[in-house]
């Protein structure tokens, strides 16, 4: 826009002030910097109103000392005109270099921090530390916040610029606790662990419920405390079905009452029968030391798995066992 | 740009565990303690059920805040930034605003926007249905002009006075009274009210009449029309109180009226100019035993005053009033005193004892003055600029009260307190009290009141020409690059004080920086200020790299002038410029362009000065070529300079010539001896040496 052209016809109308209807909007009587085909008269090429011409970026006036936050106070984008720094950004063509800021739509893509300098967040944190109140002064280590805070909940709030403030993800609610400041014994513990199946983390012996089913945050904070709720107490309960557990099903083998134990018992018996010495009794063939040791190794090699050691074990704990070391 | 926050509720502990005190028996019950719900205060202590049982955990109490407050702690955080336009603007070199009609035209461009935007939604309102808003944005969706309800009756004439269609209410109401229905006093005193607000005209025509009036206002604040304005006053400009229009119509047709009827049709005619029926529908109130609430009352002082009569029986009446208020046991406010000052203003030096009385009446009752209220006391005293033994402290006294307060909007006329005071402080010439104005517009939120464009220039304008005037260079140049153009559009006056400022402080190596400063604020072809410049650059001889920079700074202004000759048909270069740009470039030894000037002399029928033609003599010799040296004596005695004759001389003392040259020497001495007699009479009359 011909800067010089539009001081003479506001000025005539001191009354543009005020703001007008639609059809009576600014008339365009100045016309943009190619006049040239819309007047009637020729005007030659050097007589045409100059085009606009862009002022220089104003990095060059900023000072180095400047407070950057106010000039990134917010999320903006990337202005090349506002920010003094020499940033390239772009693949380079053969024998060149990336491109250079100005009307560089890399860098207007991608997400700048501009605005969260260390510099900025120091006075953001200092600004709001009025809204803070005090830490407790008895929860100053891990454990104890642990101890006394086992349940930890994690929600998310999402911002956004749009008409909207809903966002359908601000309703999950995540819950962890670790088991062991529950008070499960050993059938509570496994139950528990059977009903929440992949919630639970055995290396962290971490419990992560995540509820989003209900609408609102604030409902699926209650079904989760719920759910604890349940699990907890119906891990303390022992249903009569419970006992039928079969050997696929149990978390851990347990030798008692097993078939291992039933085939060695079998077997030593019936060596000793062999021997003709039916005097010992069950009982006493559990209570010696070869047995505890085999339960022992048959109980390590279920449970953990094969390996050189275990197998080793267990070859020793027979080879006693059998009398044949 | 979508962030996510995650927060960490601690939750307080579930009573789960056995205690050891046994003071729960059954652990398969417990009950979960307490409950954390969003918006509880206070958790209650966690009691001592931890199993140590020795540190107690105090949870403090939340605190709540409003919904914008962490917002504005944010903000308290960052100040303004000196280099950028105002945010309104589009931040690129390119679409940034250059001058100050250029800032108006693009605002007003954004806002003629909106409203296309606002008519098409209007217009076309079952296209705009959808509301994606949440919370619902009640602005954005359409809005319904027209009235719904087609049939006669009262609940129609309501809706057409919601609406604000002042003709078409009127004729609903001729048609219900036509009808027999009888309106009830309410929605009759609404009528009332809407015609008494818009003087019997449509809204739409009411601003439009209303625009022709804010411009004498505007006037009013600008620096020339201070005391003719005044004496302006009584022009009728605006809507003007018809005599027996539908107001006054609908008014007499009403079987009762009550006082709330009175008051309005009083307002109503103060607004449009007709004091004298208003205080004639006064005195018929009073005959009724009805009593006027503050509002009316406010606006009898405001007809009284308005009455043509000596300012000492106006202030009688204005006083009777009063006690007539304090009669009828109606409480004054802050609009009523103002009201007052603001009439007092027109008495001119009479009103200077009844406007004090008034403040300390004000105080004494508890009213906290506005800004408004210190404006019109200003206005009243410092009414005529000379500044002479007379003028009065009070600005001080108001000064001092008033530092470090924190105002809000009361009163329309809030936003002329800050434009007066500066303009007080600037013909005072006082620079304290100019900063101490300075520092209450900056506490707090009171930069909202520096009011529309005009009155932020005329304030900033007023500011920097007393920086420029009273205080070092330093600092001035720091406001310099604090406020332009960041803040405001310079007046060319005022970067030509800067100048004389930066000439008084010996400064002059700014000069290329302003220069560049004023092209960015659209001043590229005042010629005032360029002259000035150039002026400056060129009267002293200076150290050589700053001699550089001149001669940069005078080609640019050089390539300016040709631009503009470029558009224009009759070229203009003044005189001075010419001759300043010539000896920058000499000085700054370029030679080249120094002698392409001296043609533009020729071309555009200038004189050069004897100065001039010296030091192009001297760079002549230097260069050591005698046909520059003839050209120069040609040049003279072209334009019959009296010079002519001494350069002539040197030239033959000084230079080597041949014979042709010294032929064409002599031919020209000859030529000018003739000429001599006459241009020693008209000498005076030759300009620029």
Same mark, same amino acid.
């Given at each position: 826009?011909?800067?010089?052209?539009?001081?003479?016809?506001?000025?005539?109308?001191? /009354?543009?002030?005020?703001?007008?209807?639609?059809?009576?909007?600014?008339?365009?009587?100045?016309?943009?910097?190619?006049?040239?085909?819309?007047?009637?008269?020729?005007?030659?090429?050097?007589? *045409?109103?100059?085009?606009?011409?862009?002022?220089?970026?104003?990095?060059?006036?900023?000072?180095?000392?400047?407070?950057?936050?106010?000039?990134?106070?917010?999320?903006?984008?990337?202005?090349?005109?506002?920010?003094?720094?020499?940033?390239?950004?772009?693949?380079?063509?053969?024998?060149?270099?990336?491109?250079?800021?100005?009307?560089?739509?890399?860098?207007?893509?991608?997400?700048?921090?501009?605005?969260?300098?260390?510099?900025?967040?120091?006075?953001?944190?200092?600004?709001?530390?009025?809204?803070?109140?005090?830490?407790?002064?008895?929860?100053?280590?891990?454990?104890?916040?642990?101890?006394?805070?086992?349940?930890?909940?994690?929600?998310?709030?999402?911002?956004?610029? /749009?008409?909207?403030?809903?966002?359908?993800?601000?309703?999950?609610?995540?819950?962890?606790?670790?088991?062991?400041?529950?008070?499960?014994?050993?059938?509570?513990?496994?139950?528990?662990?059977?009903?929440?199946?992949?919630?639970?983390?055995?290396?962290?012996?971490?419990?992560?419920?995540?509820?989003?089913?209900?609408?609102?945050? *604030?409902?699926?904070?209650?079904?989760?405390?719920?759910?604890?709720?349940?699990?907890?107490?119906?891990?303390?309960?022992?249903?009569?079905?419970?006992?039928?557990?079969?050997?696929?099903?149990?978390?851990?083998?347990?030798?008692?009452?097993?078939?291992?134990?039933?085939?060695?018992?079998?077997?030593?018996?019936?060596?000793?029968?062999?021997?003709?010495?039916?005097?010992?009794?069950?009982?006493?063939?559990?209570?010696?030391?070869?047995?505890?040791?085999?339960?022992?190794?048959?109980?390590?090699?279920?449970?953990? /798995?094969?390996?050189?050691?275990?197998?080793?074990?267990?070859?020793?704990?027979?080879?006693?066992?059998?009398?044949?070391? | 740009?979508?962030?996510?926050?995650?927060?960490?509720?601690?939750?307080?502990?579930?009573?789960?565990?056995?205690?050891?005190?046994?003071?729960?028996?059954?652990?398969?019950?417990?009950?979960?303690?307490?409950?954390?719900?969003?918006?509880?205060?206070?958790?209650?202590?966690?009691?001592?059920?931890?199993?140590?049982?020795?540190?107690?955990?105090?949870?403090?109490?939340?605190?709540?805040?409003?919904?914008?407050?962490?917002?504005?702690?944010?903000?308290?955080?960052?100040?303004?930034?000196?280099?950028?336009?105002?945010?309104?603007?589009?931040?690129?070199?390119?679409?940034?605003?250059?001058?100050?009609?250029?800032?108006?035209?693009?605002?007003?461009?954004?806002?003629?926007?909106?409203?296309?935007?606002?008519?098409?939604?209007?217009?076309?309102?079952?296209?705009?249905?959808?509301?994606?808003?949440?919370?619902?944005?009640?602005?954005?969706?359409?809005?319904?002009?027209?009235?719904?309800?087609?049939?006669?009756?009262?609940?129609?004439?309501?809706?057409?006075?919601?609406?604000?269609?002042?003709?078409?209410?009127?004729?609903?109401?001729?048609?219900?009274?036509?009808?027999?229905?009888?309106?009830?006093?309410?929605?009759?005193?609404?009528?009332?009210?809407?015609?008494?607000?818009?003087?019997?005209?449509?809204?739409?025509?009411?601003?439009?009449?209303?625009?022709?009036?804010?411009?004498?206002?505007?006037?009013?604040?600008?620096?020339?029309?201070?005391?003719?304005?005044?004496?302006?006053?009584?022009?009728?400009?605006?809507?003007?109180?018809?005599?027996?229009?539908?107001?006054?119509?609908?008014?007499?047709?009403?079987?009762?009226?009550?006082?709330?009827?009175?008051?309005?049709?009083?307002?109503?005619?103060?607004?449009?100019?007709?004091?004298?029926?208003?205080?004639?529908?006064?005195?018929?109130?009073?005959?009724?035993?009805?009593?006027?609430?503050?509002?009316?009352?406010?606006?009898?002082?405001?007809?009284?005053?308005?009455?043509?009569?000596?300012?000492?029986?106006?202030?009688?009446?204005?006083?009777?009033?009063?006690?007539?208020?304090?009669?009828?046991?109606?409480?004054?406010?802050?609009?009523?005193?103002?009201?007052?000052?603001?009439?007092?203003?027109?008495?001119?030096?009479?009103?200077?004892?009844?406007?004090?009385?008034?403040?300390?009446?004000?105080?004494?009752?508890?009213?906290?003055?506005?800004?408004?209220?210190?404006?019109?006391?200003?206005?009243?005293?410092?009414?005529?600029?000379?500044?002479?033994?007379?003028?009065?402290?009070?600005?001080?006294?108001?000064?001092?009260?008033?530092?470090?307060?924190?105002?809000?909007?009361?009163?329309?006329?809030?936003?002329?307190?800050?434009?007066?005071?500066?303009?007080?402080?600037?013909?005072?010439?006082?620079?304290?009290?100019?900063?101490?104005?300075?520092?209450?517009?900056?506490?707090?939120?009171?930069?909202?009141?520096?009011?529309?464009?005009?009155?932020?220039?005329?304030?900033?304008?007023?500011?920097?020409?007393?920086?420029?005037?009273?205080?070092?260079?330093?600092?001035?140049?720091?406001?310099?690059?604090?406020?332009?153009?960041?803040?405001?559009?310079?007046?060319?006056?005022?970067?030509?004080?800067?100048?004389?400022?930066?000439?008084?402080?010996?400064?002059?190596?700014?000069?290329?920086?302003?220069?560049?400063?004023?092209?960015?604020?659209?001043?590229?072809?005042?010629?005032?200020?360029?002259?000035?410049?150039?002026?400056?650059?060129?009267?002293?001889?200076?150290?050589?790299?700053?001699?550089?920079?001149?001669?940069?700074?005078?080609?640019?202004?050089?390539?300016?002038?040709?631009?503009?000759?470029?558009?224009?048909?009759?070229?203009?270069?003044?005189?001075?410029?010419?001759?300043?740009?010539?000896?920058?470039?000499?000085?700054?030894?370029?030679?080249?362009?120094?002698?392409?000037?001296?043609?533009?002399?020729?071309?555009?029928?200038?004189?050069?000065?004897?100065?001039?033609?010296?030091?192009?003599?001297?760079?002549?010799?230097?260069?050591?070529?005698?046909?520059?040296?003839?050209?120069?004596?040609?040049?003279?005695?072209?334009?019959?300079?009296?010079?002519?004759?001494?350069?002539?001389?040197?030239?033959?003392?000084?230079?080597?010539?041949?014979?042709?040259?010294?032929?064409?020497?002599?031919?020209?001495?000859?030529?000018?001896?003739?000429?001599?007699?006459?241009?020693?009479?008209?000498?005076?009359?030759?300009?620029?040496?």
């Amino acid at each position: 826009m011909a800067a010089a052209s539009l001081p003479a016809w506001l000025c005539l109308q001191p /009354g543009a002030r005020a703001l007008r209807a639609f059809s009576t909007a600014v008339s365009p009587t100045t016309l943009p910097g190619k006049a040239g085909p819309r007047t009637t008269e020729r005007t030659s090429r050097l007589e *045409r109103p100059s085009r606009r011409k862009a002022l220089p970026p104003r990095t060059e006036k900023m000072a180095v000392d400047q407070d950057w936050p106010s000039v990134y106070p917010v999320a903006a984008p990337f202005k090349p005109s506002a920010v003094p720094l020499p940033v390239r950004m772009g693949y380079p063509v053969k024998m060149g270099v990336p491109m250079a800021k100005e009307g560089n739509l890399e860098l207007l893509k991608i997400p700048n921090f501009l605005h969260l300098t260390p510099v900025a967040i120091k006075k953001h944190c200092e600004a709001l530390k009025d809204f803070c109140t005090e830490w407790p002064a008895a929860l100053d280590s891990d454990e104890k916040c642990e101890k006394h805070f086992p349940i930890e909940i994690d929600t998310a709030d999402y911002v956004s610029a /749009g008409p909207s403030i809903r966002n359908p993800k601000a309703r999950v609610v995540t819950l962890r606790v670790k088991l062991s400041s529950l008070n499960l014994d050993d059938h509570a513990k496994k139950k528990l662990i059977k009903l929440v199946g992949e919630r639970y983390c055995k290396t962290t012996d971490v419990l992560t419920i995540k509820t989003d089913r209900c609408p609102l945050k *604030r409902q699926n904070y209650d079904y989760a405390m719920y759910l604890l709720t349940v699990l907890y107490h119906e891990s303390w309960k022992t249903e009569d079905w419970e006992k039928n557990i079969t050997e696929a099903d149990m978390q851990e083998y347990i030798w008692t009452n097993s078939s291992s134990e039933k085939n060695i018992l079998e077997t030593l018996l019936q060596i000793k029968a062999a021997e003709k010495n039916l005097e010992v009794t069950k009982e006493e063939l559990l209570g010696t030391k070869e047995i505890e040791d085999y339960k022992k190794c048959v109980v390590s090699l279920k449970n953990e /798995g094969d390996s050189e050691y275990t197998l080793s074990q267990y070859k020793e704990s027979v080879k006693r066992l059998l009398n044949l070391t | 740009m979508a962030a996510a926050a995650s927060a960490r509720w601690l939750r307080v502990r579930c009573r789960l565990s056995l205690p050891l005190t046994g003071r729960w028996i059954g652990a398969c019950e417990p009950a979960p303690r307490c409950r954390f719900c969003s918006g509880s205060a206070a958790l209650p202590k966690v009691e001592g059920t931890d199993v140590t049982g020795i540190e107690e955990v105090v949870i403090p109490k939340r605190k709540t805040w409003d919904k914008v407050a962490v917002l504005q702690a944010l903000a308290s955080t960052v100040n303004r930034d000196v280099t950028a336009a105002p945010y309104a603007f589009l931040d690129d070199p390119y679409l940034t605003p250059t001058s100050s009609v250029e800032s108006r035209s693009f605002l007003l461009a954004k806002k003629s926007g909106e409203n296309a935007a606002k008519f098409i939604i209007n217009s076309h309102p079952k296209y705009f249905q959808k509301d994606i808003a949440e919370p619902h944005i009640p602005c954005l969706m359409p809005e319904c002009f027209e009235p719904q309800l087609e049939d006669v009756s009262e609940a129609a004439l309501k809706e057409r006075i919601k609406l604000k269609k002042v003709k078409a209410s009127v004729d609903m109401f001729d048609q219900l009274l036509q009808a027999g229905t009888t309106v009830s006093l309410e929605t009759t005193n609404s009528l009332l009210d809407l015609l008494c607000y818009y003087g019997d005209q449509e809204p739409s025509a009411y601003y439009n009449f209303q625009q022709t009036e804010k411009s004498e206002e505007l006037e009013e604040a600008t620096e020339e029309n201070t005391v003719k304005s005044k004496k302006r006053a009584g022009q009728q400009f605006g809507v003007i109180w018809r005599a027996k229009n539908n107001a006054e119509r609908i008014f007499a047709l009403m079987p009762e009226k009550n006082a709330h009827s009175y008051c309005t049709m009083i307002r109503g005619m103060v607004k449009h100019r007709a004091p004298v029926e208003a205080l004639n529908m006064y005195a018929e109130l009073l005959n009724n035993r009805l009593h006027a609430d503050v509002y009316t009352f406010n606006s009898l002082i405001e007809a009284t005053a308005a009455m043509n009569e000596k300012f000492d029986e106006k202030w009688n009446n204005i006083l009777e009033l009063l006690n007539q208020m304090v009669a009828q046991k109606v409480t004054p406010n802050l609009q009523t005193f103002n009201t007052i000052l603001k009439c007092l203003r027109r008495f001119y030096a009479f009103g200077k004892s009844p406007a004090l009385q008034t403040l300390r009446e004000m105080k004494a009752i508890g009213i906290e003055p506005s800004l408004a209220t210190y404006h019109y006391i200003i206005q009243l005293f410092y009414q005529n600029e000379n500044v002479s033994k007379g003028s009065s402290l009070v600005i001080y006294d108001i000064m001092n009260e008033i530092v470090g307060k924190k105002f809000s909007p009361q009163d329309p006329d809030d936003d002329m307190f800050f434009q007066s005071a500066m303009k007080v402080c600037s013909s005072l010439r006082d620079l304290e009290l100019a900063y101490q104005v300075h520092g209450l517009l900056n506490t707090g939120d009171n930069r909202k009141f520096i009011g529309p464009d005009h009155r932020r220039n005329f304030y900033y304008s007023k500011f920097f020409s007393l920086l420029c005037l009273m205080e070092q260079i330093d600092v001035t140049l720091k406001w310099y690059k604090d406020l332009i153009p960041s803040v405001f559009f310079p007046h060319s006056q005022a970067l030509i004080d800067l100048l004389q400022a930066l000439d008084v402080a010996n400064r002059l190596d700014m000069i290329p920086q302003i220069w560049r400063d004023s092209k960015e604020c659209g001043h590229a072809f005042r010629s005032e200020l360029k002259e000035e410049m150039l002026m400056l650059m060129a009267r002293d001889r200076q150290p050589a790299e700053l001699q550089e920079a001149f001669a940069d700074c005078a080609a640019d202004i050089k390539s300016t002038f040709e631009s503009q000759d470029a558009r224009q048909t009759a070229p203009h270069w003044p005189a001075s410029a010419l001759n300043c740009i010539a000896v920058l470039f000499l000085r700054a030894g370029r030679t080249q362009d120094a002698w392409k000037m001296l043609g533009l002399f020729r071309k555009h029928n200038k004189i050069p000065r004897s100065e001039l033609l010296n030091e192009f003599m001297d760079s002549a010799k230097a260069s050591n070529s005698p046909a520059q040296a003839i050209e120069i004596v040609q040049l003279a005695g072209a334009f019959s300079l009296p010079v002519c004759e001494s350069l002539t001389k040197r030239v033959m003392a000084d230079f080597a010539l041949s014979q042709e040259q010294k032929e064409a020497l002599g031919y020209l001495t000859a030529y000018d001896s003739d000429g001599d007699s006459s241009s020693d009479s008209d000498s005076d009359s030759r300009g620029g040496k």
